[in-house]
């Protein structure tokens, strides 16, 4: 499968617990976008990241929240101390340049107990 | 960004052809129009897209209407399977050369036996 791959495909975590999520780009992209989709809402766009540089993150939560896409390995968003209202599906997608179609993963699927 | 306007829901009959409207009055010469689909518990999809002249390929058919003020996304012979939230998006551009994708609420297209 050479889509986006995104894991684990479904995390749960306590209140207050760290939640790491991975996204691997289809070969030879090396654009990586962020979004998140709440309960019975679109998705909204969270970060974009280009090889170990932040192209643009102005929709993520200004706190708790980070994302890297390093040199080598996948894409991490990382959401510290879990909040219930960070339940969510989070999507990643990745294109081969800026102006390219972005190709998405089948998200993760964030629990918070 | 331009506002798209899509109906909200839409029923096919397996076999025949699907015609997905979409509204995009304020769109800019330089803006594109997309099509993705998300099926339930999936990723979103990229269907297609276009500037100003139509487009087709193995999945769908886009028309843009001369004055690029609305499109129509055509799913030749409908099956089962395209059952689906469709999702027209005019892509925003930013003086980084780069666009995010803004998703709304899409229509919800029924295909029935």
């Known amino acids: 499968n050479a889509g986006v791959m995104q894991n684990p495909r479904h995390l749960v975590r306590r209140r207050g617990q760290e939640a790491r999520l991975r996204c691997s780009p289809m070969?030879?992209?090396?654009?990586v976008y962020w979004y998140r989709q709440l309960p019975e809402e679109g998705l909204k766009f969270m970060v974009y990241?280009?090889?170990?540089?932040?192209?643009?993150e102005s929709g993520m939560p200004k706190e708790r929240f980070s994302a890297e896409f390093p040199k080598e390995g996948p894409s991490i968003l990382r959401i510290q101390q879990v909040v219930r209202g960070d339940s969510a599906a989070y999507f990643c997608?990745?294109?081969?340049?800026?102006?390219?179609?972005?190709?998405f993963g089948d998200g993760t699927r964030l629990s918070i107990l | 960004d331009a506002k798209t306007t899509q109906p909200p829901s839409m029923d096919c009959a397996e076999g025949r052809a699907a015609n997905l409207p979409c509204n995009h009055s304020?769109?800019?010469?330089?803006?594109?129009v997309y099509w993705y689909r998300q099926i339930h518990s999936q990723g979103p999809q990229y269907i297609i897209h276009?500037?100003?002249n139509n487009e087709t390929n193995e999945m769908a058919s886009l028309i843009i209407t001369e004055d690029r003020k609305s499109s129509t996304l055509i799913l030749p012979h409908a099956t089962l399977r395209d059952t689906a939230v469709y999702y027209c998006?005019?892509?925003?551009?930013?003086?980084?050369?780069?666009?995010?994708?803004?998703f709304g609420k899409g229509t919800m297209l029924l295909v029935s036996p």
């Open positions: 998006i005019v892509r925003a551009s930013t003086t980084s050369g780069y666009s995010t994708l803004t």
């Open positions: 990241l280009q090889k170990e540089n932040i192209i643009d």
């Open positions: 276009g500037l100003k």
């Open positions: 070969k030879g992209h090396s654009h």
């Open positions: 997608a990745s294109s081969m340049g800026q102006d390219q179609p972005q190709h």
């Open positions: 304020t769109i800019s010469g330089n803006e594109y």
